[in-house]
């Protein structure tokens, strides 16, 4: 039987970041009972803990919600920072000019594009889709899914709208890459592609250059008294690897994918089998330990 190596973890890890699709919660979008006994357990013990997430705050909410816990949030992937009682603590919105290039660049390409907001923070809807082209299968879904949390417009630059977080776009993989070459063509953008969770196809993630998962963390941990040298992040996907590479301890999930993999300094267990509960059960023996 091989013999599993496990890197020396910090001895005082004092915030525990925890992405939210793939990680806390399973493929049917729950969190397992053992995994919310593990971050309740953390919590109570006084290790803070964040949700780092490229979800709207009102989806992370529901997460919160199955915790029963209110935790800070960096959310719609570095862009918005949450206290725990929901007060906005640092925003990162686009300029009006920025959406306006960038609904351009998506339009000439046939490409809608959905604009996310604070809702919570400004009131409106959580996101706003461009209606002036035609909407492929994955984003029609996602509209549908949303509900009466989003909004559409066939003219969104028209609100000359400063309050515009992430841009994202659902669709083809080979069309979505093309779109993310120009976008980031300027070097004013930050763009993630990723094999969509909860919605068919990929999605192309879109935010301002110097906005991250880690930037957002290590901001609040500054602000919040913690050494970012005392900070643990645990992930699956592409937009979770600045704050694995940054982090003391920077872990991936069994399901993640082998970039999060070979980025990180320990791989635990899958979102299916508890990993989340396994880093916590480390983490607290190492404080215990100390």
């Known amino acids: 039987m091989p013999v599993i190596v496990v890197p020396r973890i910090p001895k005082r890890v004092s915030l525990l970041a925890i992405d939210v699709d793939g990680t806390l919660v399973n493929e049917d979008n729950r969190v397992l009972p053992e995994t919310r006994a593990a971050v309740r357990r953390a919590h109570g013990e006084g ?115 400063d309050d515009v977080l992430v841009v994202g776009a659902f669709g083809d993989h080979d069309d979505l890459r093309r779109l993310e070459a120009a976008i980031t063509d300027t070097g004013d953008f930050a763009t993630v592609l990723v094999e969509s969770k909860r919605t068919p196809g990929w999605y192309l993630e879109t935010i301002r250059g110097h906005v991250d998962k880690w930037a957002g963390i290590r901001r609040f941990a500054v602000e919040s008294g913690v050494d970012p040298r005392a900070i643990c992040a645990v992930g699956d996907a592409a937009n979770d690897l600045p704050m694995i590479r940054g982090a003391a301890f920077g872990v991936a999930m069994g399901n993640a994918d082998p970039v999060v993999k070979q980025a990180a300094d320990w791989v635990t267990e899958s979102n299916e089998n508890n990993g989340v509960a396994a880093l916590v059960e480390r983490l607290l023996a190492v404080r215990d330990d100390g």
């Open 47 to 161: 290790l803070a803990v964040v949700l780092a997430t490229g979800r709207r705050y009102r989806t992370t909410r529901q997460a919160m919600e199955e915790l029963s816990l209110r935790l800070p949030v960096v959310c719609l992937g570095g862009a918005l920072t949450k206290s725990s009682t929901g007060e906005t603590l640092h925003s990162a919105p686009f300029t009006v000019g920025q959406v306006e290039h960038l609904l351009g660049l998506a339009r000439s390409r046939g490409q809608a594009l959905i604009l996310q907001r604070d809702a919570d923070g400004r009131g409106g809807p959580d996101f706003v889709v461009d209606a002036s082209v035609s909407w492929n299968e994955p984003t029609r879904h996602y509209v549908d899914f949303g509900g009466d949390s989003g909004g559409q417009d066939t003219r969104p630059e028209d609100a000359c709208r």
